[in-house]
């Protein structure tokens, strides 16, 4: 390895990225962490972890550090960094080579927020931190050159926010960032469970039922799966089959939330780069944009055609990596914000 590693991380709601220049995405894992409440120590951390959501004695608790896009848990999170990167270089290295890091996060964040993902990362083990607001990361990592005065929009529906934003000459010009993304889908798939069906599921089941035969756009061949919960009623174990226009009716609430954060930011678009984006369309990216028919909603509801980016899942910590090899610009553009952050 050389000298002093540059690495870019997507720190998700749901999942956590990372890139290391040179090498490409290296580690893919879910934020989750699992903790000993009596003694305080990390049991698991990531996918080991994620498969004790929902299963642990009462001793146990499965936590995820991040809510909505944002660190909820501080020192959690910071832990959980510190492990990741450890994985990735090895504890040894990064006693010797402390890291350059860019992590990436929501456009709507408060300075606090900033702060606390920047202190981190720091805390972690970085030699240096930039951040990158996330519909820059994903338009760098949709392949989209924002250098240039042309209009791009980029929706961006990750594990807790949507990012939707309109980027012009490298910058954000009108933007919003909503908590409604693949946890509220999850949420709710797991209300309408226990109002149609009287039957509770866990987060799982609910993720699961949103990848498999989640809609939220008529399909031609209606598609089901079953799955198991607990009677409400009977308090046994159930068997339920549950079809696709089901989930399409559970998701309608917050889809319409995201097609209204998308026109309100067309709203606000000025009328040049309106005219560039109904050209060149929208650009869709996160593991939300994956749900049957995302696209073809918002092509109907706005006019405008919608392209789901090529490694939708990876375009953020994609875009967070290239940009990692822009750092010169970067550096000179963040010298006056480090400034406001140093303070």
Same mark, same amino acid.
């Given at each position: 390895?050389?000298?002093?590693?540059?690495?870019?991380?997507?720190?998700?709601?749901?999942t956590v990225?990372?890139?290391v220049k040179?090498?490409g995405?290296v @580690?893919?894992?879910?934020?989750?962490?699992?903790?000993?409440?009596?003694?305080?120590?990390f049991?698991?951390?990531?996918e080991?972890?994620r498969?004790?959501l929902?299963?642990?004695?009462?001793?146990?608790?499965?936590?995820?550090? @991040?809510?909505?896009?944002?660190i909820?848990?501080?020192?959690?999170t910071?832990r959980m960094?510190?492990?990741?990167i450890n994985?990735i270089?090895g504890?040894?290295y990064?006693?010797?080579?402390? +890291?350059?890091?860019?992590?990436c996060?929501p456009?709507g964040?408060?300075?606090?927020?900033?702060?606390a993902?920047f202190?981190a990362a720091?805390?972690?083990g970085?030699?240096?931190t930039?951040?990158?607001?996330? +519909?820059i990361a994903?338009?760098?990592?949709a392949g989209?050159?924002?250098?240039?005065a042309c209009g791009?929009?980029?929706v961006?529906?990750g594990?807790?926010?949507t990012?939707i934003?309109?980027?012009s000459l490298g910058?954000i010009v009108?933007s919003?960032s909503i908590?409604?993304?693949?946890?509220k889908?999850?949420?709710?798939?797991v209300?309408?469970?226990?109002?149609?069906?009287?039957?509770m599921?866990g987060?799982?089941?609910?993720?699961? @039922?949103k990848?498999?035969?989640?809609?939220?756009? +008529?399909r031609?061949?209606?598609v089901?799966?079953d799955i198991?919960?607990r009677?409400l009623v009977?308090?046994?174990?159930k068997?339920?089959?549950?079809?696709?226009?089901e989930?399409?009716e559970?998701l309608?609430?917050?889809i319409?939330?995201v097609?209204?954060a998308v026109h309100?930011? @067309?709203?606000?678009?000025?009328?040049?780069?309106?005219?560039?984006i109904s050209?060149?369309g929208i650009?869709m990216?996160?593991?939300?944009s994956?749900?049957?028919?995302?696209?073809k909603?918002l092509?109907?509801?706005?006019?405008?055609?919608?392209i789901?980016a090529?490694d939708?899942?990876?375009c953020?910590?994609?875009?967070?990596?290239k940009a990692l090899?822009?750092?010169?610009?970067?550096?000179?553009?963040?010298?006056a914000?480090?400034?406001?952050i140093?303070?």
């Amino acid at each position: 390895m050389g000298l002093g590693l540059d690495i870019g991380i997507d720190l998700g709601t749901a999942t956590v990225l990372i890139y290391v220049k040179g090498r490409g995405i290296v @580690l893919q894992e879910p934020s989750v962490v699992a903790i000993d409440k009596d003694t305080n120590k990390f049991l698991a951390i990531g996918e080991e972890a994620r498969r004790m959501l929902g299963r642990t004695p009462g001793n146990i608790v499965a936590i995820r550090p @991040l809510r909505d896009g944002v660190i909820s848990d501080y020192e959690i999170t910071e832990r959980m960094l510190r492990y990741f990167i450890n994985k990735i270089c090895g504890s040894h290295y990064l006693k010797l080579f402390r +890291p350059r890091i860019m992590v990436c996060v929501p456009s709507g964040v408060t300075e606090v927020e900033r702060r606390a993902v920047f202190d981190a990362a720091i805390q972690a083990g970085a030699r240096k931190t930039y951040l990158i607001e996330e +519909p820059i990361a994903a338009a760098i990592g949709a392949g989209i050159d924002i250098s240039k005065a042309c209009g791009s929009m980029v929706v961006d529906v990750g594990g807790g926010t949507t990012d939707i934003a309109v980027i012009s000459l490298g910058g954000i010009v009108v933007s919003t960032s909503i908590k409604v993304a693949g946890d509220k889908f999850d949420e709710h798939i797991v209300r309408y469970m226990r109002k149609k069906h009287n039957v509770m599921i866990g987060e799982r089941t609910a993720e699961e @039922l949103k990848i498999n035969i989640g809609t939220v756009y +008529p399909r031609v061949q209606e598609v089901s799966m079953d799955i198991r919960g607990r009677n409400l009623v009977s308090g046994l174990p159930k068997t339920i089959t549950v079809t696709s226009s089901e989930i399409m009716e559970a998701l309608e609430e917050p889809i319409s939330s995201v097609v209204e954060a998308v026109h309100s930011v @067309l709203e606000r678009t000025p009328p040049e780069l309106a005219a560039d984006i109904s050209d060149r369309g929208i650009v869709m990216t996160g593991g939300g944009s994956l749900i049957y028919g995302l696209d073809k909603l918002l092509q109907e509801k706005t006019g405008i055609n919608v392209i789901i980016a090529d490694d939708a899942i990876s375009c953020v910590a994609l875009g967070t990596g290239k940009a990692l090899d822009n750092l010169e610009v970067i550096e000179q553009s963040a010298m006056a914000e480090k400034r406001v952050i140093r303070r």
